[in-house]
């Protein structure tokens, strides 16, 4: 079984400039999770998806966060312009919801660093 | 609001000790239980869950935990841990309707040889 895949696994980039993760969940999952961590703050939930529909988004950091999931299979957060405290290690997991709760399974995560 | 506390931050241990990790949970109501295991590098993977039933709970690689719901707590146990046990652990709570889960802030465990 393919994993939930996120790319690019390491992204480098100066401040200013747009960065766009992506996000391919496990085929059949229908909530979508994307979290960031920090040593500072830990795991974040950023915001998810369930059924392509954004859920709660309350854990978007400020309005230079966007996320979008324009089908059941892809994901993207973007972030425009990116700042240096943007710097972190940003995950996505995906679950499928089917009579009752499952886990999470998480990607290998984007290690992002603004300069 | 929901939270989940993991009062040890860090864990230093000696291969064949015993380890028992602790998490505390905000939540009066029906509550699914995670423990997800990072290693270092890596993504968090699921070690053991408790949605309902018995409440010892046991997981891979020898990990299992215990809901205890009158000190709502789901604490994390291994009789014998192993080097490779060196880790970053994470206990989460998916507390009521939502599909949140709130993971509490890590617990790095350190095995020396």
């Known amino acids: 079984d393919a994993g939930v895949i996120q790319s690019p696994r390491h992204e480098v980039t100066e401040m200013g400039q747009e960065v766009t993760l992506r996000c391919k969940p496990i085929?059949?999952?229908?909530?979508l999770f994307w979290y960031r961590q920090t040593m500072m703050r830990g795991l974040e939930l950023l915001i998810y998806?369930?059924?392509?529909?954004?859920?709660?988004d309350s854990g978007m950091p400020e309005d230079r966060f966007s996320a979008k999931m324009p089908n059941a299979s892809f994901s993207t957060l973007k972030i425009q312009p990116s700042e240096p405290r943007d710097s972190a290690v940003y995950f996505c997991?995906?679950?499928?919801?089917?009579?009752?709760?499952?886990?999470?399974?998480f990607g290998d995560g984007t290690r992002l660093s603004i300069l | 609001a929901q939270s989940v506390s993991q009062h040890n931050h860090h864990v230093i241990l000696s291969e064949a000790a015993s380890l028992e990790l602790g998490c505390n949970y905000s939540?009066?109501?029906?509550?699914?239980l995670f423990w997800y295991v990072q290693y270092p590098g890596q993504h968090l993977q699921l070690l053991l869950k408790?949605?309902?039933?018995?409440?010892l709970v046991k997981g891979i690689k020898g990990f299992e935990a215990e809901f205890i719901k009158s000190k709502f707590s789901f604490n994390l146990r291994k009789p014998s841990v192993q080097w490779s046990d060196t880790a970053e652990y994470f206990c989460?709570?998916?507390?009521?309707?939502?599909?949140?889960?709130?993971f509490g802030t890590g617990t790095l465990l350190a095995v020396q040889p």
């Open positions: 997991a995906s679950r499928r919801d089917v009579g009752g709760n499952q886990p999470q399974h």
């Open positions: 085929s059949g999952h229908n909530s």
């Open positions: 998806f369930n059924n392509n529909v954004p859920i709660d």
């Open positions: 939540y009066g109501g029906t509550v699914n």
């Open positions: 408790y949605f309902s039933g018995d409440p």
């Open positions: 989460a709570v998916n507390a009521g309707a939502t599909n949140k889960l709130i």
